[in-house]
């Protein structure tokens, strides 16, 4: 059982963002923003609040933008710097400062499971955790920072659970689950990627949000293609829940009842950048106001 530190952080971003169409046609879905910052950059501060300044960017094509965002713009940075706007110049080299960032293309649409495969060689015989960049999670709910906390208790691989709607759980990965002595934990005995209707075996979705033992390379390398004619991550860690007494096996559930949005859908982006424009102090209290007033009585 690997029992090294969580040091690295694999955000897979080669999707094409189709349920953001046209917006997304040339600018890639993980750099819509969220007030005045991407989406992804709030999962870059999520991986590094939770210390892991070490990030690899699954990417594909036309994700340029998103290359350039975490890099250094120095001609920018010079206009700032000799108008003596140190809070924009500050807010343009945050992003640059953040972590250590790399990247490496995915090459074929092959699946969440083959974007993790593509991620071996800089992980090595580590743990690590991957960040799904259409989940934003509140930064006041440290999730990331307790999954990996289970992970250096028990060893083996964690994933992030939220209770949701019966009817909504064939648009998730669905884990069977036994209790345990923790309120928050549970050990996942199976898992399902997106249940027919009324065959789930539990009311837990897998949110996209892991922490994984090494040991998952090998058996995405020998997993087929499932739902979808895709690699299924989910399916590799079903894999992993069976054999829990082996090396890198074993597979538990932390239970995630804090504030989560799905910035991959339109409704839900929608609410994550009123929530937190709502709750920021130079914008919140006139936004508030003009909400009242246009929602009325």
Known sequence: MSRHEVRKAVIPAAGLGTRFLPATKATPKEMLPVVDKPAIQYVVEEAVAAGLE???FITGRSKRPLEDHFDRNFELEQVLREKGDDARLRAVTESTDLATIHYVRQGDPLGLGHAVLT???HVGDEPFAVLLGDDLIDPRNPVLARMIDVRREFGGSVVCLMR???EHLSLYGCPAVVPTS????VLITDLVEKPEPGSA???YAVIGRYVL???VFEVLAGTEPGSGGEIQLTDALRVLAAMPEAEGGGVRGLVFDGLRYDTGDRLSYLKAV?????ERD???PDLRAWLAAFVGP
Do not use: K
């Open 164 to 166: 949701v709607p019966l």
């Open 201 to 203: 075996p539990s009311d």
């Open 213 to 215: 033992d090494p040991a």
């Open 282 to 284: 130079d914008l919140g």
């Open 182 to 185: 923790d309120d928050d934990v």
């Open 274 to 278: 009123i929530t937190l424009a709502c």
């Open 119 to 121: 991620a071996e060689n």
């Open 54 to 56: 070490d990030v690899l």
